[in-house]
């Protein structure tokens, strides 16, 4: 009855027709923004969700600075029922509406590393502050390949724990509505076109968006109603969605099932944990422009990312006042960063016109409710990686309890096998060694795992006390 009446609502909106052929062509953007330097001393003296004294970035040749951006963006309204095939129309609800964000800018301290590729991040702010989920993941991957990372603060969640936070640092940072995001983050990418001082001098040859979770939903009806209009990005990655889209105006209810369109002129890879399936299995997609890699093992989020969230979190305070978040069991720790890592390393090479990426097994499930798992309780299907194949341990989607209301639920577990078990699969450490080496090996050659990712994972094999 609720879809139905959002039908009967969209269907009620004043609408304006716009054209397959109008819609190919971009509509007239705002005026170009304007970029200006926050002093590195100002306020506190670090960007709040930044890396300054998490991260060593100046050990690895890279430096963190921060920016305000400033324009005047546009909202839009939603023309037209909007299907479940991402083809959805829009039109120019209001102009001249005036902003000021943030941006993190994390890149190769000497210019001549940077690669060329930009990833801009749609700061998730699902526990009200701005959580840079994709470079807590892939940071490690973007250091050493030489990417420029940009972490936007776009909804008014963020920007207003931002001006809590740091008075000083943030009294000009303004958002008025989540309506401004989608234009201010198609800014941020003119903005990062146009000023070569965020890039150490130098101009991208792509700019990849990106966004966790409930920024994911904010990708999914970016990618479907505004990058045919705005062409801002050349491709994007979109991380744990579920089926749902977000609404494309300050409400709270967007589209209930949408897939990414294919017509879209960039390539889009979905990359989605365990923990996501379930509420995204209905709208899997493999096609000419989107990929999708289900990851078994893993969850929402995990321990590699909550050391980084933990840390940022305790030098700033933001949530909890700066307390560790626990969960009533061990947080899973399956090796999600390495497949991610694989994912921008393919979204880059198929954005600057290279092949896609190959496609993956989806996660087994039952009537798209009940994930099918093996002996040990590991999900069986989709994407695996050594780690997953070779366990010590079982790793589910979910977690309970804690500190931080409905964080542990996205945390998932780790449960090690017992003793015996290990000692079943592997009677002795070169066992253990030579099967996890094989699978690494394999992975490598299905195309799964990076190179690099997998000697760290080999090595840290050969260090473990297994059995």
């Known amino acids: 009855m609720r879809r139905a009446l959002l039908v009967l609502l969209t269907v009620l909106l004043p609408s304006v027709l716009i054209t397959p052929a109008a819609q190919a062509r971009p509509s007239a953007a705002a005026a170009a923004p304007t970029v200006t330097a926050i002093p590195a001393n100002a306020g506190r003296g670090w960007p709040v969700s930044g890396s300054q004294g998490v991260l060593d970035l100046a050990g690895r040749g890279y ?14 309204d939603q023309v037209g029922l909007w299907t479940e095939d991402g083809r959805w129309t829009t039109r120019v609800a209001t102009t001249g509406n005036p902003y000021t964000t943030r941006m993190v800018v994390v890149r190769p301290r000497d210019a001549a590393r940077f690669n060329g590729t930009v990833v801009i991040e749609w700061l998730n702010v699902s526990f009200g502050v701005d959580i840079p989920v994709d470079f807590s993941q892939s940071y490690e991957h973007f250091i050493r390949e030489g990417y420029t990372y940009v972490g936007l603060t776009t909804q008014k969640a963020g920007a207003d724990k931002l001006k809590s936070l740091d008075p000083a640092r943030y009294a000009a940072v303004n958002l008025s509505g989540d309506a401004l995001s989608y234009d201010i983050f198609a800014q941020a990418a003119q903005a990062v076109r146009a000023n070569p001082q965020l890039l150490g001098g130098r101009t991208p040859s792509v700019v990849l968006g990106s966004g966790h979770s409930q920024s994911a939903l904010r990708m999914t009806t970016y990618a479907n109603a505004i990058q045919p209009v705005r062409r801002s990005h050349d491709g994007f990655m979109v991380h744990g969605r579920a089926a749902l889209a977000a609404p494309i105006g300050d409400g709270v209810v967007g589209p209930l099932s949408a897939r990414i369109r294919t017509d879209l002129g960039v390539p889009v890879f979905v990359l989605q944990s365990e923990t996501d399936v379930i509420a995204s299995a209905s709208v899997r997609q493999d096609t000419a422009r989107v990929r999708t890699w289900e990851v078994a093992g893993t969850a929402h989020a995990d321990q590699y990312g909550l050391n980084l969230y933990n840390a940022a979190n305790a030098r700033d305070k933001s949530i909890n006042g700066g307390a560790p978040t626990t969960c009533d069991k061990p947080v899973n720790s399956m090796t999600s960063r390495y497949a991610e890592n694989t994912a921008f390393r393919y979204l880059d090479r198929w954005a600057r016109g290279g092949a896609a990426p190959p496609t993956a097994a ?19 299907g989709g994407v695996r990686l050594p780690d997953l194949d070779v366990p010590v341990a079982s790793y589910s989607p979910n977690n309970s309890g804690g500190n931080v209301p409905g964080a542990c639920l996205l945390l998932g577990t780790t449960t090690p096998l017992t003793p015996d078990r290990i000692r079943q699969l592997y009677p002795d450490h ?9 699978a690494a090996d394999r992975t490598v050659r299905s195309g799964y795992l990076l190179p690099a990712d997998r000697d760290e994972a080999v090595a840290r094999a050969q260090a473990a006390p297994v059995p």
Do not use: C
């Open 430 to 438: 070169a066992t253990y060694v030579a099967k996890f080496t094989a």
């Open 362 to 380: 989806p996660i087994s499930m039952l009537f798209n409710l009940i994930i099918l798992r093996d002996a040990d309780q590991n999900a069986l």
């Open 63 to 76: 430096v963190e600075e921060e920016y305000l951006l400033s324009g005047q963006a546009d909202t839009f």
